[in-house]
């Protein structure tokens, strides 16, 4: 640590310094206005508060409906709809069945707890352009529990108001913008070289030498591997034949997380007093966050003392992102530990799940993959590969993933908790209320995507320079301040995965596979394994 | 009010925390991992280099102040410490478009090219029209002396005079 202190005196964090004052100024300003133009108290049973009353003319006011008056399904049919029914898996699908039955704003309650759900785009982006400086998504007791319970730090995604503020405001700076993230470019391209040898590798495997079964679990570890060589700086081996043992046991720890997320989720409902009853799901729950922190900690703290070996010795330090942090120092190492856990987290199955499906899709239409591979090859060629730069002359590959994201968002809905009383919809919302913005139905609703069910990637290309495309239907990654960090990063992953597949090979469905519904496990996956046929290219 | 009391504390707290890195002619974590950039801050413009920028706020108000090359409207605003309501929320990192500006026809045309990154901010953005920018991604020059930037109407505003 005597090293790492030496570096504090060095001036890497200083160089913006003259720019503090400023930025501090327009923070205060932000924050001052949040406080003020909240209205302090659960407002409730009380009297609507008159600025919030709206108005239709001058003469006639009409006073906003409450909660009591939103319509939605009664406490019983819910909960025998998700937990005898098994509604969590089919989340995404009630969504549109109650935005049907109740219209574009309803309430549900879980047990104790009321959420509010939007199924409009207008509404959402109602929601989104109203945040503060620090919006809350929902919420978070469990994981701070664990952290709490095992002195650990809170990430981007477990983080609340000041702790997230100050994380975010370091991160965003040098993951978010499109060319900084840009700088990544050779390091992905290495990965999809791997990812390229494995399919070919996987395939040969297979009785007609050119079916990949399972097509997620490949991409799967593109992504883990994808994300550590940013995140950790190093590769994970998770593409070659014999994966390493520390990697094989954090894979393990992973997915322990995903398929205890439906219990994770009871966890946080099922009361602490009843856990020597059902100890399970909260074991689960740490052995998993265990498993993660581990892995992570190895890592950080290996390029740590590679930092400070090349320290003592009196050499330069360059690296990436980790290193980067680790030399700024902007957050803790504690802070970075937590962080690059919630990021390896938030970025693998997320990106392993919509690469699944955009292949998946492209294999169910061929039109659609000659018109994209026509695209390619003119721009590419079969051979250049591509970085970051040619993505911006690749619309059908953006329009691809876009698309791809909006039939299947992998994160059917988000959620919001108000954090100043507001009126959406004809409604008054106190501060403090869960919202469930929908974005699986806004994003399968004709009125926003005329023949929505339509795989149709050209919807998103431009006609011209000042098209505009009305896109809040389908916001895949969010909007503002809390949206998604990593969303360039995982553009980039999938941008180039897909651009090289569709130059190497033609992917076919397997006749193994028929028609893959989604379902709901935390994210929106696929709901039986994706296989598929490749096939090289002729040259 | 003990959340104001808070909130007092949380911006406190944070006052040696926050730093700025928007700015065009300060590097990036970018420029730091491929060693393109230096981290040395381009000498300063002369005074006669400065470029002069007038806003339009968005009760009206017209504000005029001077710019450097290289600095985008987002980072003018900023230096200038302009109070114009909720801007540049996201530090100029493209994840929201609350610095939307509105430009006039000939000024919009000498802009420059609009990423489609930015194009698919700017389709998120309030009261959208035909000449209207992300002002983190409109960079000053020379050539833009002059300019004005319209801050379009917020949603709040447009509630207000319904309301009214």
């Not at chain 1, 983080?159 to 992905?188: C, H, K, N, T, Y």
């Not at chain 1, 050119?210 to 591997?225: G, H, S």
């Not at chain 1, 990063?489 to 469905?509: G, T, Y």
Request: contains cysteine.
């Amino acid at each position: 640590m005597s090293v790492m202190n030496k570096l504090t005196t060095t001036c890497w964090t200083n160089f913006y310094g003259d720019r503090r004052n400023k930025q501090m100024l327009f923070v205060l300003r932000c924050l001052h206005k949040s406080a003020t133009s909240g209205t302090f108290g659960v407002a409730r049973e009380e009297p609507l508060p008159e600025r919030l009353i709206t108005s239709t003319d001058a003469t006639k006011k009409r006073l906003p409906k409450t909660l009591a008056e939103m319509p939605g399904p009664g406490t019983i049919s819910n909960l025998f709809e998700f937990f005898w029914r098994d509604g969590f898996s089919r989340i995404h699908e009630i969504q549109i069945e109650h935005s049907k039955m109740y219209g574009k704003i309803f309430k549900s309650r879980f047990g104790p707890q009321l959420v509010v759900s939007v199924a409009d785009r207008d509404l959402v982006a109602e929601v989104l352009r109203a945040e503060g400086v620090a919006p809350q998504r929902a919420n978070m007791e469990s994981w701070h529990e664990y952290r709490d319970m095992r002195r650990r730090s809170t990430g981007l995604i477990s983080a609340e108001g000041e702790d997230w503020l100050r994380m975010r405001s370091v991160l965003r700076q040098l993951i978010m913008r499109p060319r900084d993230v840009a700088v990544f470019s050779d390091d992905v391209s290495e990965v999809v070289d791997d990812l390229i040898k494995r399919i070919v590798c996987l395939r040969s495997q297979s009785s007609d030498g050119t079916t990949i079964c399972n097509i997620n679990d490949l991409f799967f570890k593109y992504a883990m591997e994808g994300i550590a060589a940013i995140l950790y700086e190093c590769r994970l081996g998770c593409l070659s034949q014999k994966i390493p043992q520390e990697t094989e046991d954090y894979i393990d720890a992973l997915h322990l997380m995903f398929s205890s997320f439906k219990t994770t989720m009871y966890a946080g409902a099922i009361p602490k007093w009843l856990r020597p009853v059902f100890p399970k799901p909260w074991e689960e729950f740490c052995d998993s966050w265990d498993g993660l922190f581990r892995f992570s900690c190895v890592h950080v703290d290996k390029r740590l003392k590679q930092i400070e070996s090349q320290l003592q010795r009196g050499e330069k330090v360059t690296g990436g992102l980790l290193t980067y942090m680790l030399v700024a120092k902007e957050m803790s190492v504690e802070e970075i530990y937590a962080n690059v856990t919630e990021m390896l987290l938030a970025g693998v199955d997320t990106t392993s799940f919509t690469l699944s499906w955009a292949s998946y899709l492209l294999a169910r239409h061929p039109d659609v993959q000659q018109q994209i591979h026509a695209e390619v090859m003119r721009v590419l060629g079969s051979e250049k590969v591509a970085t970051a730069e040619d993505v911006q002359h690749l619309p059908f590959i953006r329009g691809l993933v876009k698309e791809t994201l909006r039939l299947f968002p992998v994160l059917p809905g988000n959620g919001r908790i108000t954090q100043d009383d507001m009126v959406l919809g004809g409604y008054f919302i106190p501060k403090g209320t869960q919202l469930a913005l929908c974005h699986y139905s806004t994003s399968l609703d004709d009125e926003n995507f005329p023949s929505s069910l339509e795989f149709r990637p050209d919807r998103w290309i431009r006609k011209h320079s000042s098209d505009r495309l009305d896109n809040f239907g389908s916001i895949p990654f969010g909007y503002g301040i809390r949206s998604c960090i990593g969303k360039r990063i995982a553009e980039l992953e999938m941008h180039l995965a897909l651009i090289r597949i569709i130059q190497k090979f033609h992917v076919c469905v397997s006749p193994l596979t028929t028609d893959v519904k989604a379902k709901t496990h935390g994210l929106l996956c696929p709901g039986a394994p994706i296989n598929l046929q490749f096939i090289d290219r002729e040259i | 009010m003990a959340l104001v009391a808070a909130l007092r504390r949380l911006s406190h707290a944070s006052l040696g925390f926050y730093s700025w890195r928007a700015a065009a002619a300060t590097p990036t974590f970018g420029a730091w991992i491929t060693g393109q950039r230096s981290f040395t801050v381009g000498s300063q413009p002369l005074r006669s280099d400065k470029v002069t920028v007038h806003f339009i706020n968005r009760d009206g108000d017209k504000i005029t102040v001077k710019g450097s090359p290289g600095e985008s409207l987002l980072d003018v605003v900023i230096n200038e410490d302009l109070d114009i309501d909720g801007f540049g929320a996201c530090e100029g990192t493209l994840a929201c478009s609350t610095c939307h500006l509105i430009f006039e026809d000939d000024v919009f045309k000498k802009l420059g090219r609009i990423t489609d990154e930015e194009m698919d901010m700017l389709d998120l953005a309030y009261g959208l029209t035909d000449t209207s920018r992300l002002g983190c991604q409109v960079c000053l020059s020379k050539s833009l002396d002059g300019l004005v930037a319209k801050v379009p109407e917020s949603v709040a505003d447009a509630r207000q005079s319904q309301d009214g």
